[in-house]
């Protein structure tokens, strides 16, 4: 049976830099009937919980450290068992949240993650945050793109550790080279796909 992927979208707030803004984040489970990883875990660690059904949680992967995507994460963590999986250059922003603990593990670039017979792989993707990751499921044709890419374009870039000419490197060099039919699975807001998204970039400078 191939994996399937499924949303919720669970409610908060984001902080930082003094800040604080009212947010919908998306939340990705991929999975099949007895197994499963989720991706990013903001706000509700209740609603994430329930949407497992009791399935094994094999790794909480982080697209980056903003709270918005890690609050519910330690909750979630312990609920289900798994461990959390970080790229160590949010590390600045993850301990604005947890100071006092540590994400399980470091993500790197190209590391591999195995789910009921499907292979998501890591692509580090700094512009939004330094350790901002994707998470690619050629399998089934899609990205999980968090806060790097949106449907219209590049996440935000105006707070701190955030940088535009690196967002836009990296959403060029690493996904927009991805096939144009590939469905792109954002951290907030509607789904895209890279050919649309092509077509959005090559209008920015």
Known sequence: ????????????????????????NNVWIVGND?????????????????QVRGRKVLAILMTHAHNDH???AREVAAAVGAPIHLHPEDMVLWKQVYPDVQPDQFLSDGQEFTVGGATLKAIHTPGHSPGSTCFYLESEGTVFTGDTLFNGG?????RS??????????IRERLLTLPA?????????????????????AQLA
């Open 1 to 24: 049976m191939a994996v399937t992927v499924e949303n919720r979208v669970t409610s908060g707030t984001f902080s930082l830099d003094g800040g604080t803004w009212d947010v919908d």
């Open 34 to 50: 007895e197994e499963c990883v989720i991706i990013d875990s903001p706000h509700d660690a209740a609603a994430i919980v329930e």
């Open 70 to 72: 890690i609050g519910a």
């Open 154 to 158: 590049p996440g935000a870039t105006g």
């Open 161 to 170: 550790f955030s940088d535009y000419p690196t967002i836009l490197s990296s």
């Open 181 to 201: 039919e590939t469905v792109v699975r954002t951290g907030h807001g509607d789904n895209t796909t890279i050919g649309a998204e092509r077509e959005t970039l």
